[in-house]
């Protein structure tokens, strides 16, 4: 008795795409945006771990600049600052140069406590709450960078 020797093509196709699937298919995802890159994932985690960075920064409480000998803001650079803050959340479009522009204008952490304290006794909400109600991550970001390298006093 021979051996029937006929290959099924079929069979041939579909181990074929099983074999492409695998190896380009999450290639694939990634271009049509359904799986998640490394470059993205690792983007995600440094964003996270920034803005944990910035909520557990003690120089966002009120009571921070108390610790300092230093020079702390005037109350009317402070209010100045707090209703430009307030300002910069719009309806249909935030202004988030005007948020980085006060925080660069602060030289020191106890700086930025002074003003979360003033932001607090007008307008009676956290300051760090606020910024979070309208900027997004990566906005987040650029604020931290900019807090996070200043020095606690002056």
């Not at 029937?4 to 694939?28: C, E, R, T, Y």
């Not at 970001?141 to 002056?154: D, E, G, H, M, Q």
Request: hydrophobic content about 45%; overall charge positive.
């Amino acid at each position: 008795m021979a051996a029937n020797n006929n290959i099924n093509p079929n069979l041939i196709l579909a181990a074929g795409a099983v074999i492409l699937a695998f190896l380009g298919g999450k290639k694939i995802l990634e271009a049509l945006g359904i799986v998640k890159t490394t470059d993205e994932k690792e983007r995600e985690a440094e964003i996270k771990n920034t803005i944990l960075q910035l909520s557990q920064g003690d120089y966002f409480d009120p009571d921070y600049y108390k610790k300092a000998d230093s020079t702390i803001l005037t109350m009317a650079t402070a209010l100045t600052y707090a209703k430009m803050l307030k300002d910069s959340k719009g309806v249909f479009n935030d202004d988030e140069n005007k948020v980085y522009g006060v925080f660069q204008a602060l030289r020191t952490k106890a700086q930025i406590s002074f003003l979360a304290k003033v932001f607090f006794d007008v307008y009676q909400q956290s300051l760090l709450s606020y910024l979070l109600s309208f900027l997004n991550n990566a906005e987040m970001v650029n604020v931290a960078k900019i807090c996070n390298k200043l020095p606690a006093y002056k």
